[in-house]
């Protein structure tokens, strides 16, 4: 060995996790084998005692009890060499490549030996070690990242991002990323069963889990019986009727793409039932327009609950219910309004509104003219910050260079790294905001069409997003008072109901003249209408 002065001691260190950062890391006997291959080839014994073996994951420091026994052995000078098979074994975060290289600036460990490459106490080597640590570490968290956000976006697209529940099955064969749970043939009849049960109401879960258990033979895919808190889990899980949570107690509800166990009838029924039987009730259910309004009286938020009633017949109907929360005045006097009378005054507010086709024509064309003004300014601030980000990504190439050569010291390599990345992050998210400024403009004019294009079928006919759209378009300041759902005209999102008067009276002023006349002179009257200018 070079450094003649200090007897070397080696010691080995082998480490593999079970996590996926490590599929394809050699086993730890494998490490072992090269190990013994790197000593072979240096002439250096390794005594038994002094090679540490463990699968523990590297992200987190502290968590690996073989390593801190490495360090305390470094630190006693029982040894002064590691032979590993890569450095990223020895590390994936900063804390413990910074305690590796301080024990190298003191003198305690001599050498890192991979089969690649020796570590010593030079600038370039500890330059190199710390590299490639950090590379591993940057490689773990970008996996982490992507994988996050590949099941935020599969959720997002209906996919439930999670194992199948039980009825339903993992589809082995689908691509990956576009996997949808499928139905099991065999155990999907027999919980939509359990769920005919549980809705007659003369059964409790206790007896419906002992029914499938012992009557019907009902079996997990692992084999093992159906267990009673599996059952309750199938009665309180939004998923049987086609809907999820994304993350857990995130507030984020998506639709699923899945074929449904149950409708949302259904459930509302099931959790009706528990309920009764004082088992809690998810608060599962999204209503179309909460946290839209306020009271009239006190200026609290509208709030809204289902409440179902159940006649002697048998039959159970399910009603919404809007009212004040009264968390500002509890003695406030303002009672509650059922959903199919409130969604009858919104559709009476869209009916008012009349929109003359010479409209449609106008505003496509005022549209297309101010989206091709927002291109080009987005356009020139791509333009503008082009230059900046690569200058950034230029001084980052330099600085490693710089820190690769010995010019600056690991001090000076980090505080100029830090500031170079929060520089490019900056400029990243410039380019994410301008790239996001046309999809900003075209929903500003899509909230418009909305109801020049057949608003009251939409809000009648669409999904909970569509109508929330078209209530929070009419209005910003939604007032519920006695009953009575107003909207302050002069503070809405697109005061169309203002537009629309406007655009009818000219229409009218114009109707003796030609299609195409009219047009012309439709178009210069409203370019000049003070109204149609401030909307």
């Known amino acids: ?16 996790s079970t996590e996926s950062e490590d599929r394809q890391v050699l086993s730890i006997d494998s490490q072992i084998d090269e190990g013994k291959r790197i000593a072979d080839s240096l002439g250096i014994k390794v005594k038994p005692e002094h090679i540490l073996s463990e699968s523990k994951s590297a992200k987190v420091t502290g968590k690996r009890l073989k390593f801190q026994q490495m360090l305390s052995m470094i630190e006693r ?46 600038p370039l080597d500890k330059f190199m070690f710390m590299f490639q640590c950090s590379q591993a570490k940057m490689e773990n968290d970008k ?18 991002p999670a194992p199948a529940p039980v009825g339903y099955k993992n589809d082995k064969y689908a691509e990956k990323g576009n996997k949808v749970p499928l139905v ?47 059952v309750y889990r199938i009665f309180s899980n939004p998923f049987y009727y086609g809907r999820y949570e994304y993350p857990l107690r995130s507030g984020k509800w998506y639709d699923a793409i899945h074929t449904p ?49 159940r006649q002697k017949n048998g039959n159970i109907h399910t009603y919404v219910y809007y009212h004040c929360t009264k968390r500002i005045n509890p003695n406030c006097t303002q009672g509650s309004i059922e959903e199919k009378d409130l969604k009858k005054q919104i559709v009476a507010e869209i009916e008012s509104i009349e929109i003359p086709p010479e ?49 600056i010291s690991a001090v000076e390599f980090a505080e100029r790294k830090i500031k170079f990345l929060a520089e490019k992050k900056q400029l990243d998210n410039l380019y994410g905001d301008t790239s996001k400024r046309v999809d900003r403009w075209l929903d500003t004019a899509d909230n418009m069409f909305t109801f020049i294009e057949n608003a009251k079928d939409k809000f009648e006919n669409g999904t909970i997003q569509t109508r929330r759209s078209i209530l929070s378009t009419l209005g910003s300041d939604l007032i519920l008072k006695d009953k009575i759902l107003s909207i302050d005209i002069d503070k809405s999102l697109f005061p169309i109901k203002r537009v629309s008067k406007e655009a009818n009276a000219i229409s009218k002023r114009l109707e003796p003249l030609k299609t195409i006349d009219k047009q012309r002179e439709f178009d210069l009257l409203c370019d000049k209408n003070p109204v149609m200018r401030r909307r």
């Open 1 to 16: 060995m070079e450094n003649k002065t200090v007897k070397m001691i080696y010691g080995g260190y082998h480490r593999k």
């Open 77 to 122: 000078g029982e040894i002064n060499g590691i032979i590993v098979w890569h450095a990223d074994r020895l590390s994936r975060n900063a804390m413990d490549s910074a305690l590796l290289i301080d024990l190298i600036d003191k003198g305690k460990l001599i050498e890192i030996v991979t089969p690649a490459q020796t570590f010593r106490n030079t």
């Open 143 to 160: 996996k982490g990242v992507d994988v996050t956000r590949g099941l935020h976006k599969k959720a997002s697209l209906g996919m439930y």
């Open 184 to 230: 099991d043939a065999e155990r999907f009849p027999l919980v939509r069963k359990m769920i005919d049960l549980m809705l007659t109401g003369n059964y409790t879960v206790a007896e419906i889990w002992r029914i499938a258990r012992n009557e019907w033979g009902f079996t997990m895919p692992s084999g093992k019986k159906i267990s009673r808190p599996t």
């Open 261 to 309: 166990m149950m409708d949302v009838e259904e459930y509302d029924k099931i959790q009706f039932i528990l309920g009764k039987k004082g088992k809690p009730r998810p608060k599962s259910h999204i209503f179309d327009f909460t946290g839209m309004m306020h009271c009239g009286e006190c200026g609290a938020s509208i709030t809204a609950e289902t409440k179902i009633k």
């Open 359 to 407: 409209f449609h024509s106008f505003a496509m064309k005022w549209f297309k003219k101010e989206n091709e003004k927002e291109i080009d300014g987005r356009n020139a601030v791509i333009k503008a910050n082009e230059k900046a980000y690569k200058a950034c990504l230029a001084k980052i190439d330099g600085l490693t260079d710089m820190r690769a050569g010995g010019e």
